[in-house]
């Protein structure tokens, strides 16, 4: 069952401009929400995270919001670098600490032309 | 500090061989382990995680089994592969980043690309 999708399977955006990277979940016990980039032919590493307990949250120019209302929640990079190109992942689990029901999107994949 | 091995990177077998990858972490000490999959197109499903030695929970009926039989290897195993079993294996270990941004994480080892012909 899909309960963590991701609608863009890819996004294109141009150098020095905002990427916007979506993500929708339909479990309501879910409260600790992820993303991770992924480079081919290499594991994810983590990117940033959020609780429920928040609506934003920021590091350098990655900015994850949650709008628990809507069930989604977004990435936003300012500014895109080629660099950020990859693919990214929202994953969510229901608990700070439980990481054993962890549950990942199909991922999207970022290209960020110079 | 913590790293995550892998092998092998890259695996071609035939149907109804079997498969061992394994998976080794270095740096930690009981540190929970997770076995994933990404088919093609698809998002990351968990197979198998392990809390400690010996302790398997599976999280979807298949043909594969995992092991534990230390505490920093997790090994994962077939006795006959299907096509489906086709996918980019990823271990992972459960940790603190130690970053104010992210606190309970997994992190992942290279992966393992297996291709069943």
């Known amino acids: 069952d899909q309960q963590v999708k991701q609608n863009s399977p890819s996004l294109s955006v141009q150098e020095g401009r905002i990427s916007i990277l979506n993500c929708d979940y339909t479990?309501?016990?879910?409260?600790?929400f992820l993303w991770y980039k992924k480079y081919p032919a290499e594991g994810p590493t983590f990117l940033i995270s959020i609780s429920s307990i928040k609506d934003k949250n920021e590091d350098g120019r990655f900015t994850v919001f949650l709008n628990k209302s809507a069930k989604h929640l977004s990435l936003h990079i300012v500014p895109s670098q080629p660099g950020d190109s990859a693919v990214y992942f929202c994953a969510a689990s229901a608990g700070l600490y439980n990481n054993n029901d962890m549950r990942f999107g199909a991922g999207t994949r970022l290209t960020v032309k110079p | 500090s913590q790293t995550i091995h892998q092998w092998p990177a890259t695996l071609v077998q035939p149907v109804g061989s079997p498969l061992s990858l394994e998976c080794t972490v270095e740096g930690t000490s009981n540190p929970n382990l997770y076995w994933y999959r990404q088919a093609a197109g698809r998002g990351l499903q968990l197979l198998f995680y392990s809390v400690g030695i010996g302790q398997i929970s599976s999280e979807v009926p298949q043909n594969l089994s995992a092991s534990r039989p230390q505490d920093r290897q997790f090994i994962l195993s077939s006795k006959k592969l299907l096509l489906s079993d086709s996918g980019f294996y990823l271990c992972?270990?459960?940790?603190?980043?130690?970053?104010?941004?992210?606190?309970?994480?997994?992190?992942f080892g290279a992966g393992s690309r297996l291709t069943v012909l």
């Open positions: 479990n309501s016990m879910f409260d600790y």
């Open positions: 992972a270990w459960r940790g603190w980043t130690g970053r104010s941004s992210g606190a309970n994480v997994l992190t």
